[in-house]
Every structure is written in structure tokens, then in C-alpha cells.
């Protein structure tokens, strides 16, 4: 009894131990900012493995996504004779909820565990060591480039999303279906509003951006510095991360449209 | 040579990210109607507003001029009090113009139509619509029809 509350307790404390030293990593990382604007260089490089080289999974998930709509929104629609409104119901559900979220969960499958998977190595392998032993400082030199980069490319990246979603959309909508082009187009833009639905999708993948990237460098900088930890932070930072952004978008669609 | 390349294809990214954004502003929302920043308002009261929202269409002949801006009660008159803001190249529009509020579709969004009466004078900022209607609601056309179908 005893002891299934001391693991209890145990479990509780370990947890917001790591909670409380991801805090003091974010808010040392924050305080190495000032390096993105005088090397920028570095988180040139980071955006190009982190963003560009999440481009083509991004546009064919976009791009599938919004197909996979327009098909089950117009089998839906069609029985109530309302198919004109395919592309309301294609746009919201991509601008809304689909673009930040599906890209928050690729780029942390995609760019997250990468994140990880390369500063864990540089930990096992004590490159990080080695850096504070000529003097440079690894927050600067590695976890602050890699931060800004990823917050960084992720609204661009649901940007993309939902613009090629929008466009898969019309392909199988207009294209394969029939319905109206201009149909399509004018009721799409009767129902999206700019403030409230396009803005609100990028600060949701503004916030997931945030969040998936701290988690991801993280994750790599708390590794157990063996080839087992490394594993472990790598599948640690897709799971943690993608429970991450479900939860913070219920908060946050709570937040936008539910007092509305 | 490597470093050129990043940054070309950073900015490619960078730009494709914005012009994204720009799709999704100019092709799927409505952020055009933000433009109508030069308007006048007249106000209207109704006696029952249906089901009309903020920001819904106000059509002349189902040309859009403007958009409903705000929709209060008004507690001295028992009212409904919506303002409309219509675009200031409309400035023709009569003095007892008739604001009526129509349904787009059996059951689509609700929006005003404005139907210009005879008068010399037109109307200026915060006038009043003398002449509304107000919207159709279902369940007193229902009501009605059962009343009428009882006396026969």
C-alpha cells in the first residue's frame, strides 16, 4: 500500500522534475536569442533542414487532405442539396483545426524527432561538452538556432497546408465531382473570415510551432547520452509532442470559437 | 557554394510560406471586405431580426453596398436595433428606403435587403430606416398555417 503510493508520489515528483528543468532550458535558450540576429546564418541552416526539407511531405499530406474532404464533405452535402457549400466546409475545416494540427503532428514526426535524434548523438558523442570547452556557449551556438528555425517554420508551413488543401479540395470538388467553380471559390469566401478563422489557424500553429520545438530540443538535450537513450528521447519527443498539440487545440479552439 | 544554396532555398520557402498565407487571405477568406473602410451608417429597428448576424451582406437589388455592423436591443423601444454600414459611393439611397431582412436559400444566412423608395432626400450618416420588415420566421409561418387550417 505504502508503496504504491510512494511510486505514486515518486512518478509525480520525476514528472515535474523534468517539467521544471524543460522550463529552465526554455527560459536559458530564450535568453541566447540575441545570436539568431548576429549569426544568421546558423538558423539559415536550421530553417533548411527543419522547414524546406518538411515541404514535400507537408504539400502531399495538403494536398490528400483536402481531396479526402471535398470526397466525404460532398457525400455528405449532397443529400441535403447543399454540395454549393463544399468549398465553406473544405476551407474552415482546413484553415481551422486540419492545417495547424496535422502539420504540428508531421513536423514533430517529421522535423521533431530529427531535432532530437541530432542534438541527443551530439550529447552522447560530447560535442556539447567539447563546445563549452572552447568557450562556446551550446545554447547559442546549437539550441537557440534550432528553436528559432522550427517556431519559425511551422505557420509557414500550415500556410502551405491549407492553401494546397484548398486546392486538392478543388481539384476533386470542381474537377472530379462538378461542382461549380465559382461556387466553390464564393462560398468559401463567405464563410472563412480573415480575423477569425485564418488568423486563428496561424496563432494555433504559431503556439504549436512553439511548443513541439521545445519539446523536440528538449528532449534532445535531456538524452541519456546512450544509444538506447537516444531512441528513447526520439520516440519520447513524437508522443509527448503530438499529445502536446491535441490537448493545447482543444484548449485553444475553446478559446476562439467556443464563447462565440 | 553550400551556403548559397541554403539560402536560396530558405528564401524560396519563406516566400512559398508567405504567398500561402496571401492565397489564403485573398482566394479563401474575406479579407477584401475589410477595404470598405469608407462608410456611413443608418440604423433600423426590426421587430424580429431572425437569425441575422454581425458582418452579414446589405444588398440593393442583391447588389452588395455594405454590411450589417452592429445588432443591439433597444430597451426603451422594444426593439431591435441594427446599425448598417454601407460603402459612402452609395449616398443616393432615398429617405424612406425600406430595410427588409430576406433569406439567401431556404435555409442559408440571413441578410438585409434595402429597397429605395421615392424620396428627394437621401439618406445621411446615423439616420434612421423609417420603413423595416422584419425576418420570416419559420415557426410563426407554421403557427399561422395551423390556425388557418383549424377555422377552415
Known amino acids: 500500500m505504502t508503496d504504491a503510493i510512494a ?29 539568431v540576429l548576429r549569426r544568421f546564418g546558423l538558423t539559415l541552416a536550421e530553417v533548411y533542414s527543419v522547414g524546406v526539407r518538411s515541404l514535400l511531405i507537408i ?23 447543399a454540395a454549393e457549400a463544399l468549398g465553406g466546409v473544405v476551407a474552415l475545416s482546413l484553415v481551422r483545426e486540419l492545417g495547424p494540427v496535422v502539420t ?38 546549437t539550441f537557440a538556432p534550432r528553436f528559432v528555425a522550427g517556431f519559425l517554420s511551422m505557420p509557414l508551413l500550415a500556410a502551405i497546408f491549407s492553401a494546397v488543401g484548398v486546392m486538392g479540395g ?16 464564393s462560398q468559401m469566401q463567405s464563410v472563412t473570415d480573415w480575423n477569425e478563422d485564418v488568423l486563428s489557424g496561424v ?53 476562439m470559437f467556443g464563447a462565440g | 557554394m553550400q551556403v548559397r ?47 441575422l448576424k454581425t ?3 446589405v444588398t440593393v437589388s442583391g447588389v452588395r453596398i455594405g454590411r450589417v455592423a452592429d445588432i443591439r436591443y433597444d430597451p426603451e423601444r422594444f426593439r431591435a436595433e441594427v446599425t448598417l454600414a454601407i460603402r459612402s459611393e452609395h449616398d443616393y439611397l432615398p429617405m424612406d428606403t425600406q430595410a427588409a431582412i430576406h433569406t439567401a436559400g431556404l435555409l442559408g444566412e440571413q441578410y438585409v435587403a434595402l429597397e429605395p423608395g ?35
Open chain 2, 5 to 51: 544554396f541554403f539560402e536560396l532555398a530558405v528564401g524560396a520557402f519563406v516566400l512559398l510560406g508567405i504567398g500561402a498565407l496571401f492565397y489564403l487571405a485573398v482566394q479563401v477568406s474575406n479579407v477584401t471586405d475589410y477595404h470598405d473602410r469608407d462608410t456611413y451608417t443608418v440604423t433600423g429597428y426590426f421587430d424580429n431580426i431572425g437569425g
Open chain 1, 104 to 141: 504540428a503532428l508531421l513536423f514533430a514526426g517529421r522535423a521533431g524527432s530529427a531535432l532530437t535524434a541530432e542534438l541527443g548523438l551530439m550529447k552522447t558523442t560530447e560535442q556539447l561538452s567539447a563546445m563549452e570547452m572552447m568557450a562556446v556557449n551550446p545554447y547559442r551556438r
Open chain 1, 7 to 35: 511510486s505514486v508520489g515518486r512518478a509525480t515528483i520525476n514528472a515535474l522534475v523534468v517539467f521544471g528543468r524543460a522550463f529552465v532550458f526554455l527560459m536559458r535558450v530564450l535568453a541566447s536569442l540575441d545570436i
Open chain 1, 170 to 185: 478543388y481539384l476533386v470538388g470542381v474537377g472530379l465531382l462538378g461542382v461549380d467553380s465559382g461556387a466553390y471559390f
Open chain 1, 59 to 81: 504539400i502531399v499530406s495538403g494536398l490528400f487532405v483536402g481531396m479526402v474532404l471535398a470526397y466525404q464533405g460532398y457525400i455528405t452535402l449532397v443529400n441535403f442539396g
Open chain 2, 118 to 152: 421615392g424620396d428627394t432626400e437621401t439618406l445621411q450618416d446615423s439616420d434612421e430606416v423609417m420603413f423595416t420588415q422584419s425576418a420570416l420566421v419559420l415557426e410563426n409561418l407554421i403557427g399561422r398555417f395551423m390556425t388557418n387550417m383549424g377555422s377552415d
Open chain 2, 55 to 57: 458582418r452579414a451582406p
Open chain 1, 203 to 255: 496563432i494555433k500553429s504559431v503556439v504549436f510551432g512553439f511548443v513541439v520545438t521545445w519539446i523536440a530540443v528538449f528532449q534532445g538535450f535531456n538524452a541519456q547520452p546512450t544509444s538506447e537513450g537516444i531512441s528513447r528521447a526520439t520516440t519520447q519527443t513524437v508522443v509527448v509532442a503530438s499529445l502536446a498539440v491535441l490537448g493545447l487545440d482543444f484548449i485553444l479552439t475553446g478559446l
